[in-house]
């Protein structure tokens, strides 16, 4: 049964009274929807128990959840990852749409992102072409406009949250368009985490410049330029000192990244306020910190394999991270959940 949530507490020690946003409170099927009897009607005619396969007439005669996408979907309850959210519909969806328990799997979400890439290939692979790989090949051969797209990328980022979460609300979606009814807001919310996100990291590295500038100033010192010619061994410990300022930097944006990730989904999906999207985004992160901090340990090691590929694999790589943090987010935000039928007890 879903429990309230007032903001920052665990998802199961909330304050009593929360109001669901839609009419009819929790439970009341969707509007079109023949797919449960309540709470407690899992089994009854219509429920998951009866599942039958998916109907695209059904779906497309706009009785799926996309309809619902950029109405808040989460109302400040969680679920016990098999209460229905009230979206749920399987005939129209193609799966059981549970209500998120405030926590996240890593393993369930990387292992929808990289299905849904695969079985909705003509619109993420592209996704991953654009995105992965057209800006290391401008890089490659046309450096200054290699900067200019990724710039111009920063307002089409967006569109592709909100396309994640589009994919999360059906099986078998499809791009008919853009759909990115939060744009201005989403496009926000990214600049402002970016800059703090920025800001955080740049701290403790200003902080450790001191340390690493007594070995600079004693290295540049003693150089010689013909002596670097004769023996470049002699900037080892200059290149020391980069590697110390670097590796700091990738350690604190590491710790930092699970407190961050959240606020621009929270945004997209129009869950809250501005201010609340960030406030809860926040709160969504440091409640998940650890497996959210295995998540990117993961991404990281499956970006060090993709070098070896010459960063092909990235075509598939980066759609299947955002549609695995996609998934993430509705986990944390006691959202509608994509579960298979079969896996809820049908």
């Not at 902080?207 to 690493?212: D, R, W």
């Amino acid at each position: 049964m879903s429990t309230p949530y007032s903001g920052g507490q665990d998802p199961q020690g909330g304050a009593e009274g929360y109001q669901p946003h839609e009419p009819g409170g929790y439970g009341t099927p969707a509007a079109g929807s023949a797919s449960y009897t309540g709470y407690n009607g899992y089994g009854g005619d219509g429920g998951y128990g009866d599942y039958n396969a998916y109907d695209v007439n059904y779906a497309a005669a706009g009785h799926g959840a996309t309809q619902y996408h950029g109405t808040s979907l989460v109302d400040g309850t969680y679920g016990d990852g098999y209460e229905p959210h009230r979206v749920n519909d399987p005939q129209a969806n193609g799966w059981y749409h549970a209500k998120g328990t405030g926590k996240i799997d890593v393993m369930q979400a990387w292992a929808f992102g990289f299905k849904q890439t695969f079985a909705n290939w003509k619109v993420w692979v592209p996704v991953g072409l654009i995105f992965a790989l057209l800006p290391a090949a401008l890089g490659l051969f046309v450096t200054p406009l290699a900067g200019f797209v990724q710039f111009a990328f920063l307002f089409a980022y967006p569109v592709v949250y909100s396309l994640a979460l589009l994919q999360t609300l059906n099986r078998n979606w499809k791009f008919d368009g853009v759909n990115s009814p939060t744009y201005g807001t989403t496009l926000g919310m990214i600049i402002l985490v970016g800059l703090i996100y920025g800001f955080a990291i740049l701290i403790p590295i200003f902080g450790s410049l001191p340390f690493f500038a007594v070995n600079l100033a004693d290295t540049l010192q003693g150089l010689d330029p013909a002596q670097i010619e004769s023996d470049p061994t002699v900037l080892m410990p200059l290149a020391g000192a980069i590697l110390g300022i670097l590796g700091i930097a990738l350690v604190v944006s590491f710790l930092l990244a699970p407190l961050f990730v959240f606020q621009v989904w929270y945004a997209a999906d129009n869950a809250d306020t501005f201010g609340g999207s960030f406030s809860q985004g926040f709160r969504a992160g440091a409640r998940n910190y650890g497996q959210l901090l295995l998540f990117y340990l993961l991404y990281g090691v499956m970006m060090f394999v993709s070098l070896f590929t010459l960063g092909i694999a990235t075509v598939i790589l980066m759609p299947a991270y955002t549609l695995a943090l996609a998934f993430a987010y509705r986990q944390a935000s006691g959202g509608p959940v994509p579960v298979e039928p079969q896996a809820v007890g049908a």
